[in-house]
């Protein structure tokens, strides 16, 4: 079972593989397994070694029956938790039969399907509420208000509100949908993206205006030229534009500032910084890792009431990816919020 070929197939192996011999113990390990259990646990107890009952009744039966076995393993790293996929193989060998435990990491494919699941819940979600709201003012219109002309107009001004309200979810979805869909094409337009910012607070004055927010521009003059979708950068600073006037508050100023940078070592040369600045109420420390989250909000409500969807600071950073750059959030309670876009210079 340790011959110098079994130790060289297994060390060609690039996914973690134990070997069990007849004897129930750890008989070989390649370099990978070595990694994931540590060298001390051959010539150990394939019990003692490894101590999950899933993976322990796959091994038992292989060995016992030569039947091929899978099962999960879990190990608690570091930052996250590592699913393993394992397969259970029996092996024979002139003192009997042992087995052979291949270890596949399906972490990445696990949480694409959680995140799957959860995007399809939040979703329905998103729906419902609305489409309940909906539901019911027809039944009351068609019923106990049908002749109520004060009433009726009440409820068709929220039946509009709330179709609205998915209008603005399904219009996201789409956008989110078609920004994944091209992020790994880079765009080759180049823009000034001064003159796309000017462009921006012109397009939003209006609402600024109205919810008593002042919008100033400082920083670079340009002109600053960079390769991207100007459509999809104007998406980008439409969305951050708007946020920092709903939560910045009224009689406050927004600012953004366009600062040229020699370098930048994330982006390995020089570019361009966009910085979108509020003085709201600032943003807790524990909600900023997950704000680019689909559907995250850190106030559901506020943000329902705002005309949010919960899509737009990841439709953000889909597009800021597309586009090679970086995109950060700074923020403290009581302090405002500086929400940051870097892009490689043309």
Do not use: C, W
Not at 97 to 104: M, P, S, T, Y
Request: hydrophobic share 40%; glycine share 10%.
């Amino acid at each position: 079972m340790q011959s110098p070929l079994v130790r060289s197939v297994l060390a060609g192996v690039p996914i973690p593989i134990v070997l069990i011999g007849p004897d129930e113990r750890i008989a070989g390990l390649n370099p990978p397994a070595v990694d994931l259990f540590g060298a001390a646990i051959e010539g150990r107890h394939y019990i003692l070694a490894m101590r999950q009952p899933g993976l322990l009744d796959a091994i038992e039966g292989t060995l016992r029956l030569g039947h091929p076995g899978q099962a999960r393993h879990v190990l608690t790293g570091p930052a996250r938790e590592i699913t393993y996929r394992v397969t259970v193989s029996p092996v024979q060998a002139p003192e009997g039969r042992g087995a052979l435990a291949a270890f596949e990491d399906i972490t990445e494919v696990e949480q694409a399907g959680q995140i799957r699941r959860d995007f399809v819940a939040n979703v329905s979600h998103e729906l419902r509420t609305p489409l309940t709201a909906l539901l019911g003012f027809i039944e009351t219109l068609k019923g106990a208000a049908r002749d109520d002309a004060a009433a009726r107009d009440r409820f068709l001004s929220i039946m509009e509100r709330e179709a609205e309200r998915m209008n603005r979810l399904v219009r996201d979805l789409l956008s989110l949908s078609r920004v994944e869909a091209e992020e790994r094409v880079r765009p080759t337009e180049r823009i000034d993206i001064v003159a796309l910012v000017q462009l921006s607070v012109t397009a939003l004055r209006q609402m600024a205006g109205a919810a008593q927010v002042t919008i100033e521009i400082a920083g670079d003059p340009g002109p600053l030229v960079v390769q991207a979708d100007q459509d999809q950068m104007t998406q980008v600073l439409h969305n951050l534009i708007e946020n920092a006037i709903k939560y910045g508050g009224p009689g406050k100023t927004v600012t953004l500032r366009v600062t040229r940078l020699e370098r930048e070592l994330g982006l390995r040369g020089p570019a361009v910084r966009i910085d979108v600045i509020d003085q709201g109420e600032g943003i807790d420390a524990i909600h900023l890792p997950r704000l680019t989250e689909r559907f995250y909000r850190v106030d559901s409500h506020r943000s329902r009431a705002q005309g949010g969807t919960g899509l737009g600071l990841a439709i953000v950073k889909h597009i800021i990816n597309r586009h090679r750059g970086r995109f950060r959030i700074d923020s403290e309670r009581g302090q405002g919020s500086t929400f940051s876009v870097f892009l490689p210079l043309a």
